[in-house]
């Protein structure tokens, strides 16, 4: 195996390791954790966003996890050869691809607004004594529920993602 291929591999699944990891973690067990915490789940929110480098890990590794696949994916097809592309290898690396495409994308147009918004309203309300008003409460409390289903979709995605990775080199 060449060295490029070697840390494309290393790049990309230990990038997909962290990736998938977050996401299953937030959506199966952080998330119904945070029920009927009330305000301490937000507290405990805003410290994971604000003390750790999650955040930045998150803006860094998904595309990391893209660009290293598409390489891959370049490499492994031949140069996007047909024949290849229309293998079952091919066709299930190729869906597997488009569904990490997509939880990528669906947590760019559906997950990061919500979040942004929620740390909006986050500092609203510190600055205002730490009390949300209700049509604040109301809001955040609709946001969170989103967030919550967005979190099981794109886990839904991403497992399928891992699952379709994971067989293509043994499907023929
Ligand atoms: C959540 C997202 C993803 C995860 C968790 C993930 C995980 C994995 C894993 C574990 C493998 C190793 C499979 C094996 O060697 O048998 C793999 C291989 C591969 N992945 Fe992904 N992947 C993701 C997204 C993507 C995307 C978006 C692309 C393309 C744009 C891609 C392209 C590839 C290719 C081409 C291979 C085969 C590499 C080879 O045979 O050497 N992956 N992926």
Do not use: C
């Amino acid at each position: 195996m060449s060295t490029e291929l070697i840390v494309l591999r290393i790049l990309h699944i230990g990038g997909g390791v962290v990736w998938a990891g977050w996401v299953f973690s937030l959506a199966f067990f952080i998330s119904p954790a945070l029920e009927g915490m009330g305000a301490a789940g937000g507290s405990f929110m805003q410290n994971v966003g604000s003390r750790t480098k999650l955040t930045q890990v998150m803006r860094i590794v998904p595309p990391l996890v893209i660009l290293s696949g598409f390489r891959l994916l370049w490499v492994v097809s031949g140069g996007f050869d047909s024949v290849w592309l229309s293998s079952a290898h091919g066709i299930t690396l190729t869906a597997g691809s488009l569904l990490g495409i997509l939880a990528f994308v669906y947590g760019m147009i559906v997950m990061m607004p919500k979040s942004s918004r929620i740390a909006a309203i986050g500092k609203a309300v510190a600055a205002n004594g730490g009390v949300p008003t209700p049509e604040q409460g109301a809001e955040l409390a609709k946001i969170k529920a989103g967030m919550k289903q967005g979190g099981i979709v794109i886990a839904w995605i991403v497992g399928l993602t891992v699952i379709l990775m994971s067989i293509a080199r043994n499907v023929y």
